[in-house]
């Protein structure tokens, strides 16, 4: 499949600001190994090449485990995940899955019970986000497989 556009070169204003969102997000307090398994799991349903092979070389670089990722798409399941992840990956379903019902009391009630309102506001934005990025390398067919993860030395420069 060939890349359609280059956003980058084309939408550097735009990006500017998506990446005002990222950066909040790295400041925020939901753990960033969360992040990284909710960008994963979104990226999971929207089919989005690229971000996946983004996300899992970021989730691998952090070491999460082999099994993990393979069992994420069946993560209900799956004795592998903790309560507070289960509550953040049903909360980033049911919102990438809005038109399918809304985001019912159950799962509202579920991620409340494991997210303070601050943290809930923060997962909301890292779900919204991860949708928005999902869509933009979908229009524009972005390339996957040249991402690399930034080095270990990188996050301890910071």
């Known amino acids: 499949m060939e890349q359609r556009l280059n956003v980058l070169e084309h939408g550097q204003d735009a990006l500017k600001a998506m990446m005002g969102l990222e950066l909040y997000l ?5 753990e960033q190994s969360l ?8 990226s999971q349903i929207n089919g989005c090449a690229y971000c996946l092979d983004m996300h899992l070389k970021d989730l691998r670089a952090a070491g999460e ?3 993990r990722l ?5 993560w209900r399941e799956s004795p592998f995940y903790t309560d507070r992840e289960r509550a953040a990956l049903a909360w980033a379903e049911a919102l990438t899955l809005v038109t399918n019902g809304h985001v019912s009391d159950e799962v ?8 303070n309102e ?3 506001v923060d997962l909301t934005l890292a779900v919204t986000t991860i949708n928005c ?18 080095s270990k030395t990188a996050h301890t420069t910071k």
């Open 26 to 30: 790295a400041k925020s307090a939901i």
């Open 35 to 42: 992040l990284h398994l909710i960008k994963f799991k979104v």
């Open 65 to 67: 485990t082999e099994q």
């Open 70 to 74: 393979y069992l994420l798409d069946a």
């Open 108 to 115: 509202y009630e579920e991620a409340r019970k494991e997210f």
């Open 118 to 120: 601050q943290e809930l």
């Open 133 to 150: 990025w999902n869509r933009i390398s979908i229009a524009f067919r972005t390339t996957p497989g040249s991402y690399q993860p930034p």
